[in-house]
Structures are given as structure tokens and as C-alpha cells.
Nanobody, 121 residues
């Protein structure tokens, strides 16, 4: 069973919106944070948004004001609402889950297989 299962990726027109969803399997444990990374061809993977217990949210500067993350810690699920998507882009979005300790270090990292988001006219 895949640790994290993503859905919602696809093709969208420039300026459009898309909502990604992710749910953790039973094999995922000891987590207090979930979020999303993305990777474009030939570029490094970057953190898009994350949500940690206590309501702490982080966003990449490039998506602030356009994307919104929402996490249900009980259901162990996280969504990413993406608005005003850029023109002509293709990126793989990966759901992740982890335990973030008191020093800010990540432990027990889990990853989804990824879902592709393509913005094209």
C-alpha cells in the first residue's frame, strides 16, 4: 500500500484553479505535519506548503496569496487549493507527511507517488 495517496492533478488553463487531495494510509504513523512539494523538469524539488500541528502553516514565496493548504489531522488528510495558476507550466506535486521535532528537524518522512499538474492553453 502506498503511504500517501494523491488525487486531483490534471490539466488546467492559465489563471485557472485546481484542488489537490492527499490521504495517509495505515502504515503512516508518528506524524504531526503534512504538506506538498513540487518539481518541474530539470529543477529541484521545492516545498510548496506545509501544515504542522498547532496551526503553523508555511508557503513558498511564489505561491503566497494564490495557494491555500488545509489539513485534517484526525483524518490524516491534506488538501491544496491552487488558484491563479501560472501559464505554461508542468510540475509534479508530491504529498508528504512527517514528524517535526522541537528543533525543527524532520523525522519519519513519508511520500506519495506524485500527481502531475499541467497549466496550458
Amino acid at each position: 500500500q502506498v503511504p500517501l495517496v494523491e488525487s486531483g492533478g490534471g490539466l488546467v488553463q492559465p489563471g485557472g484553479s485546481l484542488r489537490l487531495s492527499c490521504a495517509a494510509s495505515r502504515g503512516v504513523f508518528s506524524i504531526n505535519a503534512m504538506g506538498w512539494y513540487r518539481q518541474a523538469p530539470g529543477k529541484q524539488r521545492e516545498l510548496v506548503a506545509s501544515d504542522t500541528d498547532g496551526g503553523l502553516r508555511k508557503y513558498a514565496d511564489s505561491v503566497k496569496g494564490r495557494f491555500a493548504i488545509s489539513r485534517d489531522a484526525v483524518k490524516r488528510a491534506v488538501d491544496l487549493q491552487m488558484n491563479s495558476l501560472r501559464s505554461e507550466s508542468m510540475e509534479q506535486y508530491y504529498c508528504y507527511a512527517a514528524w517535526i521535532d522541537g528543533d525543527g528537524n524532520s523525522r519519519y518522512n513519508y511520500w506519495g507517488q506524485g500527481t502531475q499538474v499541467t497549466v496550458s492553453s
